[in-house]
């Protein structure tokens, strides 16, 4: 079974490699705004997954946190009313289930990542079983996971899977920041605390490795993406060993990336395999946002200095690149998803990387403005999730409001 990890990867899609480029291209993008589905106040969304049909997107907040997910139907126009859905999931399980960063997709079901409520980071996971009716309550279930954890403000930002278990990749901000790394075993019961493990790899090699922000999956190993320890922005990434024991040190390794090839290299938001390499995703450092991408051999020692390359594409085609969270890889390019730059203002930048050439060459980056896509201010998208056939980008806030306006990239097919 498929076990697809969105907004940082998709472990186990077949993407086509591409065979003409059209991403300059505006008929290549499309945008339908999905705001006001089913009557519900559809906006303010943070990840999504793909089932292999439909597109599940993750509820996080508009002027409050909520839990309306929305659903696209794959096999419906994309512009059409009639293939958008929506569910307010917001109180399930007798649990107050608002506020989630990422959505993964482990066959029957999407588990939708706990972030935030009006109170406190939360903990409580959200799971809709894709077999039955979107909108029927009993396709839904809940577990807070927060007793487990034993903090009272917790919070995550994405998860990965490697098959068989979920990893929750434990957040961090300024004032608060931790550690605990909490797995599910999806061959257990979903709500029964045995199927549940914490490990707190807060202090992981000697290093700060609390504040993570995503994470990638190379087939083995699970990478979580360095954001920020409570302090300030850092570039110390966290590794875990998934054939090793989850509860033992010695299965966890961290090193700190913050300054390789002589650039401040903090602040990341999803990571992304392409293959052989874990790219990490450029968001913000002390001197504001960034477009210094990270790059790790994964052919390489992970705590040696010549496995780790980076390059400042912040200035990439004219364009004021810098700013990202998430990326997709469609076999050849590697796409950053646009979030907002210094000042949160939010923009729709579309950076490029063709992974055939030099990472450290100008002309292997590309851009491309999609802020206006029919007629639509397409800005602030926050992770994405892909088909095979399209790349969906996930809308949370457009510069002027909370936004529903979904955008789409067709990625070129194949040549036969």
Request: include cysteine.
């Amino acid at each position: 079974m498929a076990c697809w990890a969105v907004a940082f990867l998709i472990w186990g899609a077949a993407i086509p490699l591409c065979a003409a480029d059209n991403f300059g291209d505006p008929a290549a993008w499309e945008a339908f705004d999905a705001g006001n589905t089913g009557g519900l106040q559809a906006k303010g969304y943070f990840g999504a997954a793909c089932d292999g049909r439909y597109i599940y997107y993750a509820p996080c907040r508009t002027a409050a946190f909520h839990g309306v997910v929305l659903r696209y139907d794959t096999a419906g126009d994309f512009k059409a009313a009639g293939s958008w859905a929506a569910y307010d999931a917001g109180f399930t399980d007798g649990l107050r289930t608002v506020g989630y960063a990422g959505a993964v997709y482990r066959a029957p079901y999407v588990y939708f990542v706990p972030f935030s409520d009006a109170q406190t980071r939360h903990a409580r996971v959200l799971r809709c079983d894709t077999r039955g009716e979107f909108t029927a309550r009993s396709s839904w279930s809940a577990f807070d996971a927060g007793p487990l954890i034993g903090l009272r403000h917790s919070g995550f930002t994405g998860a990965v899977c490697d098959g068989r278990y979920l990893y929750l990749t434990p957040f961090g901000y300024q004032p608060y920041a931790h550690g605990r790394v909490v797995r599910y075993d999806t061959q257990g019961e979903f709500k029964s605390p045995s199927s549940w493990r914490v490990h707190d790899a807060g202090r992981t090699g000697g290093l700060d490795t609390r504040g993570v922000y995503g994470a990638g999956f190379d087939g083995r190993y699970a990478y979580f993406v360095p954001f920020n320890d409570g302090r300030g922005f850092h570039g110390r990434v966290l590794r875990y060993d998934t054939r090793a024991d989850f509860d033992a040190p010695g299965s966890w390794g961290a090193y700190d990336a913050g300054a390789t090839d002589g650039l401040q290299t903090v602040g990341y938001k999803g990571a992304i395999h392409d293959g052989r390499y874990m790219v990490f995703v450029p968001f913000r450092g002390s001197d504001g946002c960034h477009g210094r991408v990270l790059r790790y051999d994964t052919k390489g020692e992970f705590t040696s200095a010549s496995s780790w390359s980076a390059h400042d594409a912040g200035r990439t085609g004219g364009l004021d690149t810098r700013g990202y969270v998430g990326a997709e890889f469609d076999g050849r390019y590697l796409y950053f998803v646009p979030y907002s730059g210094d000042n949160n203002v939010f923009h729709a930048r579309m950076l490029r990387y063709d992974t055939t050439g030099d990472f450290k060459s100008s002309a292997s980056w590309s851009a491309y403005n999609a802020e206006a896509i029919g007629g639509l201010t397409t800005r602030g998208y926050k992770f994405s999730a892909s088909d095979g056939k399209h790349i969906y980008f996930v809308p949370y806030h457009n510069g002027i409001a909370f936004s529903g306006i979904a955008l789409r990239y067709r990625i070129p097919a194949s040549p036969k």
